[in-house]
């Protein structure tokens, strides 16, 4: 158990909604980092906040957005879903520039 | 543009043998260098790492060699077990990023170890 913790585990929805993935990171870390794992593909970071603030990007399309909040939890927003963003997605958390701890993914379905 | 790559998608080796997975980057700003294990419908779980500034680092049956004016690194298993079977994951950073420390990470190798 890294201590990071995600929900849903299981996501179902269709294409055009919405989905909210949420994050807990492990107890003490700042940071909080975003992963998307598609089918047959390696881990594609998408997004880095430290301590409420964005700090890095990666290739996260327009129609995704995150935040983090005071009590460090984060939150990764999907909207307009297409087939294409059926993934498993990963938070990750650390201390700023140490090793980044996993949780057990979010595993989403466009149908 | 792939900057970390995982060339075996596999390997299968002998329980007690060395397991021996090989990582290549092209980009020279990255400075750390871990590996990450995943097993089917888990998170990676973190490994071993090392900073640029070593060659070699130790963990038990773990071992990561960095050789940076080849841009490689390996992760060695010995001995290997069949519980190390599962994914391995190679991953880059930069601290120079000035943006953060994001992670880049490879393809992966799928490791049997067959007892």
Known sequence: DSGVTQTPKHLITATGQRVTLRCSPRSGDLSVYWYQQSLDQGLQFLIQYYNGEERAKGNILERFSAQQFPDLHSELNLSSLELGDSALYFCASSVYRDEQFFGPGTRLTVL | ?115
Request: with cysteine; charged share 20%; glycine share 6%.
């Open chain 2, 1 to 115: 543009d792939q900057q970390v790559k995982q060339n075996s998608p596999s390997l299968s080796v002998q329980e007690g043998r060395i397991s021996i997975l090989n990582c290549d980057y092209t980009n020279s700003m990255f400075d750390y260098f871990l590996w990450y294990k995943k097993y089917p419908a888990e998170g990676p779980t973190f490994l071993i790492s090392i900073s640029s500034i070593k060659d070699k680092n130790e963990d038990g049956r773990f071992t990561v060699f960095l050789n940076k004016s080849a841009k490689h690194l390996s992760l060695h298993i010995v001995p290997s077990q069949p519980g190390d079977s599962a994914v391995y994951f190679c991953a880059a950073s930069a601290t120079r990023w000035a943006s953060g420390s994001r992670l880049t990470f490879g393809e992966g190798t799928q490791l049997t170890v067959n007892p």
